[in-house]
């Protein structure tokens, strides 16, 4: 059973960075596709990127294009999220994800979610 933790969210003013943090357990990261997704409140969940086993594909939300960037140390067993650019829109709680399949979009495919980083953009 692989257990996923998330950590790095914080509050952050409109044009600031963050890093998050996805750290894996009980299994190895490498053999799963990994994501990020969030939910601000009264919103649905959404998709924000999604990177391959491997770590050579990367998928990223229109909105958060140019600005966010995934990444993945297997060797570490982590996966990771650069946020720069912050706008007040991506203020929401951050969930790092683990999928068998090699790298999907599709929150429905994930098998394993962490607890969640929350991320305050504001002045």
């Known amino acids: 059973q692989v257990q996923l933790a998330e950590s790095g969210g914080g509050l952050v003013q409109p044009g600031g960075s963050l890093r998050l943090s996805c750290a894996a357990s009980?299994?190895?990261?490498?053999?799963?596709?990994g994501a990020w997704f969030r939910q601000a409140p009264g919103k649905e969940r959404e998709f924000v990127a999604a990177?391959?086993?491997?770590?050579?594909?990367?998928y990223y939300a229109d909105s958060v294009k140019g600005r966010f960037t995934i990444s993945r140390d297997n060797a570490k067993n982590s996966v990771f999220l650069q946020m720069n650019s912050l706008k007040p829109e991506d203020t929401a709680i951050y969930y790092c994800?683990?999928?068998?399949?090699?790298?999907?979009?599709?929150?429905?495919?994930?098998?394993?979610w962490g607890q969640g980083t929350q991320v305050t953009v504001s002045s």
């Open positions: 990177i391959s086993r491997g770590g050579s594909n990367m």
């Open positions: 994800a683990a999928s068998r399949l090699v790298v999907t979009t599709q929150d429905r495919e994930y098998n394993y």
């Open positions: 009980g299994g190895t990261f490498g053999g799963y596709g």
